[in-house]
């Protein structure tokens, strides 16, 4: 069978925009996890941890590493970001608001 230069050119067109698309998806989930009486502060902490293909190392994304980087020592709320690339890169954000 015979393909022509042009079906070719078609299918790895096709192919490229496909593939640019899936290296553009990322995937982001807010969740809120804990809420206190504290009235909400005006201060807000934020501690990160990247891990790549589900090893993390050196990544501190606590509750206490966010309120101390904030200068937080009454926590309002405490919500947790992950960022999903591919599922080959996950980032891990604690964000923590107070006074």
């Not at 640019?20 to 502060?41: D, E, H, K, M, R």
């Not at 050196?58 to 919500?79: E, F, L, Q, R």
């Amino acid at each position: 069978m015979v393909v022509s230069n042009k079906t070719y050119d078609m299918k790895f067109k096709a192919l490229f925009i496909v593939l640019y698309a899936l290296v553009l998806t990322a995937c982001s989930i807010t969740q809120p996890i804990a809420a206190t009486s504290n009235p909400i502060g005006s201060k807000t902490g934020k501690s990160t941890g990247t891990c790549i293909l589900y090893i993390c190392i050196n990544a501190d994304a606590s509750i206490t590493s966010a309120a101390k980087n904030a200068g937080i020592s009454k926590i309002s709320t405490v919500d947790y970001r992950t960022t999903n690339f591919l599922g080959l890169i996950q980032r891990h954000e604690c964000i923590v608001t107070g006074e």
